[in-house]
């Protein structure tokens, strides 16, 4: 009700922020500013108010439109933790069989714990799962789960948010008060600030090899801050042999 009620309240006044300096490559609209989002660490240009994307949800658009057949050839897809700017513009594909899941959210088809997913091994054809990662209990776990029901072929996208500054993942068991948590880990309900370099071995570790594509270099820098993609440069591809 809270996304249905922003979006609408949004989409109302989003001419308030009309301009040509950025673009949602989701629906093409421009506007002069996009909104601020972020409350450890507040991002200017953050939140499109006509799609609610944020920067992750625009890159990845952007990526399957530009560097896959993901809106033309016939897949089978489990979309995790499913986010409201890409359900409807899904489940219109034709050519996608759309399933979503999540372990308590309103827009998902299925309801279920990431550590034991209720479907059958080599299930699907693409995978993704943004900005989950970090609030499982057993990352390891669940990139076991997210391996097996991928088809061999099968791919997915699997974003998280990373401390650019440090090569580690940061994360203690132990550290359960929300606001140690937020300090730690950005967010009072994460349990893991992901290391640049460890998060792309953590994948590997689980079977996948890993394909990490820099948006800025795809797009370059106009069309990158056209976009505001602001920290999403980097996309995370997992492909299951």
Not at 52 to 63: C, I, P, T
Not at 70 to 86: I, R
Not at 196 to 203: G, Q, T, V
């Amino acid at each position: 009700m809270l996304q249905r009620g922003a979006h609408l309240g949004l989409k109302t006044f989003s001419w308030i922020y009309a301009g040509g300096k950025f673009e949602d490559p989701i629906d093409g609209r421009k506007y002069r500013n996009l909104l601020p989002y972020g409350r450890v660490r507040t991002r200017p240009n953050a939140l499109s108010p006509s799609t609610l994307s944020l920067e992750r949800h625009r890159a990845l658009w952007v990526y399957l439109n530009e560097c896959t057949d993901f809106f033309t050839s016939k897949n089978k897809m489990l979309h995790l933790a499913p986010e409201y700017c890409y359900i409807k513009r899904f489940k219109a594909m034709s050519n996608l069989e759309y399933i979503t899941g999540d372990l308590d959210s309103p827009w998902a088809d299925h309801h279920f714990d990431v550590h034991s997913i209720p479907f059958e091994e080599d299930s699907f054809d693409i995978l993704m799962a943004n900005h989950l990662m970090e609030h499982v209990e057993d990352d390891y776990k669940v990139l076991e789960e997210f391996h097996r029901v991928l088809k061999p072929g099968g791919w997915g996208i699997l974003q998280v948010p990373i401390d650019w500054n440090n090569p580690n993942t940061e994360e203690d068991p132990s550290v359960t008060d929300p606001s140690e948590r937020e300090r730690l880990y950005w967010q009072s309900d994460h349990v893991r600030l992901y290391g640049y370099e460890n998060y792309p071995d953590r994948l590997r570790g689980a079977g996948f090899e890993v394909e990490i594509v820099d948006m800025q270099n795809l797009l370059g820098e106009d069309r990158y801050n056209r976009y505001c993609l602001g920290e999403e440069r980097w996309v995370f591809v997992v492909k299951k042999n």
